[in-house]
């Protein structure tokens, strides 16, 4: 009985410290809030701040977290993308991952930031009218609530 006993504590611990160093990840920035690091990749001319990446065994992964609870938008997968782009300033980041309370979504990003900057240089280039005052803003009152320029921005409606 005795035997059994430390033979399944043994399976245990093994099982145990083999699981945790197959998932070991690091982290290796957090978003802190307003005075966080601000990623910039001056060769694109993006700056961004991910919410988190980590360090896992295949490398770097940028994370986007939102607050909702459902909906993964094609407007979050761009800012994860972007701010994995002003990231790879310094660091590799290989994938992103983006969660809300119900959802995640991983996606492998491609390997050249030239690449990675055609995915979303439309969005880019908007974001950079519209900060330029040329564009309209048209924004909902949900928006202006969480929106990082909300404290410059003359079409804010709260």
Known sequence: MLIAFLICVAVFFIAFFT???NTKERVIYKDTGPKARIFV?????????PDLILKNPDGYIGFEYKGRKRGIYESDIIEAKAAALAARSK????????????QNKVIVL???????YKEIERYVLLASQAQSKQLPATPHPMKCRVCPVKTSCSYRLN
């Open 110 to 116: 491609p390997k050249s930031n030239a690449d990675l």
């Open 19 to 21: 699981l945790d160093n």
């Open 41 to 49: 990749n001056k060769k694109y001319n993006i700056a961004a701040k």
């Open 91 to 102: 660091y590799p980041i290989y994938a992103i991952q983006i969660k809300n309370q119900t």
